[in-house]
């Protein structure tokens, strides 16, 4: 009964924030379904999305339940290796000023409503129409999967078992389904206005939470110091690999068994390329289309880069480091018990937290989970951060992926003349299938979910040959294009774990010479293109008058032409310094990781280098979006 008595109030503020944000979430899907007459309005907002709501829930859209469990989980078994990662609030973006703003100024010329519709124009290709659908189906039924099953698992974990991971999975799909499905596009977008600001309350208050109970500043940097030096896992330069990328590349046939650890400069440069594919989803494309104005930077370099990017590298590391210094390491606890507070001991039943069910997924919520008796309402509210981290990916990708249902396959194939009221029903039958079909294998196989998982932002990166050609490369033709995009989808699968359980590959094993199977997808896909684009045509002149448009909209003045080269080179020099081969200079260059009284900064030297490549990845951000004008809204009619 005391047992009882302790955890009651916190589960009553869990369900009760809980309430709150399904509520507010279920009024905009009424607000949403009163106000969407149209197809439009209901699967694009009758492309008025402002700038401001696009640059909050677009942030929303880009950083998933992974953000707030999985990033923490992955930093706290791999240290600053893998946190090298947070970089994606950086290169994430990147491809959506290379490709979102161009996508709108062809969206109101030709009013173009999904990406597909748009690469059928351009290339007279229905082929490529179905798929981008297939593409997008790829990417948002794993997708969606993953975010169910873990917002089951975190409410199993917060409510001490009393929700089951099945009936937390199913309570969310239901509530999801209802407001997206009832309001379209637009509510996602409201809802998701509120799931950004909860998503940075909460990391940031997370990161507080663990610097508070590990005792502060001192101790936790005294933490470090203790759990590197006794690290038995060593890269091949003999530092812990919790301080030290473990190589440019290692040449080992599987990626996964490199030499204290994957996470080699290689291996971070290309799954920071694999999560680009996010903003060249067919999600991101209608998301854009549905936007006003095409002032997409402020999202780009403020809201993603700057922001998001200074939490990721900040507080996620204090949370993802600092779980050894609270109980969840009984190794270390056992060899430092004065570095130690044990506050995750009980709650982890004195065992090690990668032996316990979801491993080092469960570090965030046992975090989440000391607040169940000092302070529970602050529990429910970073209970419902966390949720709402997953929704609002789901959310969108559900909402879009309706909309090219209706549009790309039943609207063309089927009912050309379509109205309004057919259209919309058949897009909330496509989001209720996507939840189902997400349902169902994230029921049925954990295992099969994560195989899933890991493959669909590599798919959703395929795209951007297509994207390349349609926005600044007429060379590539149809035929080229469709062929790349074909083979890149295959060569993601052989060399993701797909490639491994499904066809029994095991000649170069997962991740090849430690290349995320993305950049060996993307490199085959490109490949591909060109090499099919040379020796075939296609209609040259529907192309030119896309790319005349183009640059009578989205040209540079001359005085700032001479400067897209250098700034170009620039950008690809970061790419490879900041998080990419070159990282390894960041390993020793503000001081020897195994002398921690020579760290420059009070700090490990690839924590400084880290965070100097984010100060100026920013910039570069700043100079591509606003000087070279790739993501500002558009201000000239005619040519430059």
């Known amino acids: 009964?005391?047992?009882?008595?302790?955890?009651?109030?916190?589960?009553?503020?869990?369900?009760?924030?809980?309430?709150?944000?399904?509520?507010?979430?279920?009024?905009?899907?009424?607000?949403?379904?009163?106000?969407?007459?149209?197809?439009?309005?209901?699967?694009?907002?009758?492309?008025?999305?402002?700038?401001?709501?696009?640059?909050?829930?677009?942030?929303?859209?880009?950083?998933?339940?992974?953000t707030f469990i999985g990033h923490p989980g992955l930093t706290y078994t791999d240290g600053w290796q893998y946190a090298y990662a947070s970089f994606y609030a950086l290169?994430?973006?990147?491809?959506?000023?290379?490709?979102?703003?161009?996508?709108?100024?062809?969206?109101?010329?030709?009013?173009?409503?999904?990406?597909?519709?748009?690469?059928?124009y351009y290339f007279r290709s229905d082929l490529l129409r179905v798929l981008v659908v297939g593409v997008a189906l790829f990417f948002s039924v794993p997708y969606l999967g993953l975010q169910l099953r873990a917002a089951g698992f975190l409410f199993n974990v917060l409510t001490d078992g009393l929700l089951g991971v099945q009936f937390g999975m199913w309570v969310l799909a239901s509530v999801v389904l209802s407001y997206v499905a009832s309001g379209g596009l637009r509510t996602m977008v409201w809802v998701a206005v509120l799931q950004v600001l909860l998503l940075v309350v909460g990391l940031v208050a997370v990161g507080l939470l663990t610097l508070h109970y590990v005792g502060g500043w001192d101790r936790f940097i005294a933490g470090v110091i203790a759990l590197t030096q006794d690290d038995p896992v060593r890269t091949p330069d003999g530092y812990s690999h919790y301080l030290a990328i473990p190589g440019a590349v290692q040449w080992v046939r599987d990626g996964s068994r490199a030499v204290g650890g994957a996470w080699t400069g290689t291996m971070v440069l290309t799954y920071l390329i694999a999560l680009m594919g996010i903003q060249v989803s067919p999600a991101f494309s209608m998301l854009a289309l549905a936007s006003r104005r095409s002032a997409f930077a402020a999202q780009q370099v403020w809201a993603s880069a700057f922001a998001v990017g200074l939490i990721l590298m900040v507080f996620t590391a204090i949370q993802g480091v600092g779980g050894h210094f609270l109980g969840a390491d009984p190794v270390f606890s056992a060899a430092h018990p004065d570095l130690v507070n044990p506050v995750m001991a009980d709650g982890l039943q004195h065992r090690d937290l990668l032996d316990r069910p979801g491993g080092r997924d469960l570090l965030v919520p046992q975090l989440i989970n000391l607040l169940g008796t000092a302070a529970p309402w602050l529990m429910g509210l970073l209970a419902i951060a966390a949720l709402a981290a997953m929704e609002s990916t789901a959310s969108c990708y559900m909402a879009t992926a309706g909309g090219m249902l209706a549009y790309d396959v039943f609207q063309r194939f089927l009912l050309p003349d379509a109205d309004d009221h057919t259209l919309k029903f058949v897009g909330r039958m496509?989001?209720?299938?996507?939840?189902?079909?997400?349902?169902?294998?994230?029921?049925?196989?954990?295992?099969?979910?994560?195989?899933?998982?890991?493959?669909?932002?590599?798919?959703?990166?395929?795209?951007?040959?297509?994207?390349?050609?349609?926005?600044?490369?007429?060379?590539?033709?149809?035929?080229?294009?469709?062929?790349?995009?074909?083979?890149?989808?295959v060569t993601v699968t052989l060399t993701e774990a797909a490639g491994l359980r499904w066809f029994g590959i095991t000649a170069w094993g997962r991740w090849p010479l430690t290349v995320h199977a993305a950049a060996w997808g993307l490199l085959a896909n490109f490949g591909i293109a060109i090499l099919v684009s040379a020796f075939t045509h296609d209609d040259a002149e529907r192309k030119a008058e896309c790319h005349r448009w183009l640059a009578e909209h989205a040209a540079l003045p001359p005085r700032k032409r001479r400067w897209v080269l250098p700034i170009a080179v620039l950008t690809v020099l970061w790419l490879l310094f900041a998080a990419g081969p070159g990282a390894v200079l960041g390993n020793s260059l503000f001081g020897d990781p195994n002398q921690p009284a020579e760290w420059l900064f009070g700090i490990p030297s690839i924590w400084a280098w880290q965070m100097l490549g984010w100060a100026v990845g920013v910039g570069i951000l700043a100079l591509l979006a606003y000087f070279l004008e790739l993501s500002t809204a558009v201000r000239r009619s005619g040519p430059a």
Do not use: E
């Open 91 to 120: 290169t994430i973006p990147l491809t959506g000023i290379l490709f979102l703003k161009r996508q709108w100024l062809l969206g109101q010329r030709y009013g173009f409503t999904t990406p597909g519709a748009m690469l059928a």
């Open 430 to 489: 496509g989001v209720a299938g996507v939840v189902i079909l997400a349902l169902l294998v994230a029921s049925a196989s954990a295992d099969a979910l994560a195989l899933l998982g890991g493959l669909a932002v590599s798919y959703g990166l395929q795209m951007v040959p297509a994207l390349v050609a349609v926005c600044y490369w007429p060379f590539l033709t149809r035929q080229g294009v469709t062929a790349g995009l074909l083979v890149g989808l």
């Open 1 to 66: 009964m005391n047992h009882l008595a302790d955890i009651t109030p916190k589960i009553t503020w869990i369900f009760g924030c809980m309430i709150l944000y399904w509520a507010y979430c279920i009024l905009w899907g009424v607000v949403g379904a009163r106000r969407a007459r149209t197809a439009s309005d209901y699967f694009l907002a009758s492309g008025k999305l402002s700038p401001v709501l696009f640059t909050l829930a677009a942030t929303a859209v880009c950083f998933s339940g992974w």
